[in-house]
């Protein structure tokens, strides 16, 4: 794609691209020097909170169904 008459990105130059301007930014996901992720759904935005780690929750699922009380 060289010699097409359009300005080439580097990874500094994007950095800052990205840095300046929120318009980059809503559509951007991750970027590395390698690659750039583009946002392609709207839950891209949404935060998901973090399983319990070490936690068997097919166990205490299972405890609260059996559980009738106490006796």
């Excluded at 949404?46 to 780690?53: A, D, E, I, S, W």
């Amino acid at each position: 794609m060289q010699n097409m008459g359009e300005k080439a990105f580097n990874y500094d130059t994007f950095k800052t691209a990205y840095d300046t301007d929120l318009r980059i930014q809503e559509i951007v996901k991750n970027f590395n020097q390698d690659m750039i992720d583009l946002k392609d759904e709207e839950m891209d935005d949404v935060k998901v909170p973090m399983k319990n780690k070490g936690k068997d929750d097919v166990s205490k699922m299972a405890k609260r169904a059996t559980k009738v009380g106490d006796i």
